[in-house]
């Protein structure tokens, strides 16, 4: 597999797309590993993230800090076709290429952290709603460094949290996870 973002975005859509249908409408109201997100925003802020990592890609600009569209029952058609559009956009010529809108970022690394969200918020909504979810090898190590090295900043912004220990056994995936400031073992509190 090649290593280009688009191709990357392609496997991590394959992984996620049957956890965010796998969501019922009664598992909505769910606690999810981001404390400050029940299932419905953990998926319209997810939403949000997609379109506007589409925009970056395109070199526009962002507003990740509007309040996300509230999904209603076309959610899973709507996903489907955004995802795509996102790896649409960064698979267009010169996407990879400069900086990125106001984030004033590396357009890889934007990338990067557009597969890091599709790919560990797939993990918080499959953990929320009891769904089996392993992302692939290539899309975890691609992530590997990358999210190592923009911890700090993540964390001065409130994105990630303070790192999670997990032990030597932990897999790639279980210390991904844990850079972001996520429990791998994280699992809904009982009755909730």
């Not at 299932?39 to 990740?64: P, R, T, W, Y």
């Not at 709603?129 to 912004?157: C, H, I, K, N, S």
């Amino acid at each position: 597999m090649d290593d280009k973002i688009c191709t990357l975005l392609e496997t991590a859509a394959a992984d996620a797309l049957p956890v965010l249908r796998g969501v019922r409408d009664d598992q909505l109201g769910e606690p999810t590993p981001c404390a400050e997100y029940d299932v419905h925003g953990l998926l319209d802020h997810l939403f949000q993230v997609i379109v506007n990592f589409q925009a970056l890609a395109a070199k526009g600009e962002s507003d990740f800090g509007a309040a996300p569209e509230r999904l209603a029952e076309d959610r899973d058609d709507r996903f489907a076709a955004e995802i795509a559009g996102l790896i649409k956009a960064w698979g267009a010529p010169g996407a990879e290429e400069g900086l990125t809108g106001a984030m004033n970022m590396p357009a890889r690394t934007v990338g990067a952290m557009a597969l890091g969200d599709l790919t560990v918020h797939s993990w918080d909504v499959a953990r929320a709603t009891g769904q089996r979810y392993e992302p692939d090898a290539a899309v975890v190590r691609a992530l590997g460094a990358g999210f190592a090295a923009l911890a700090p900043t993540a964390r001065a912004m409130g994105v990630f949290g303070e790192p999670v220990p997990v032990g030597e056994d932990a897999t790639p995936f279980d210390s991904l996870l844990a850079v972001t400031g996520r429990d791998p073992r994280w699992r809904p509190a009982a009755g909730a």
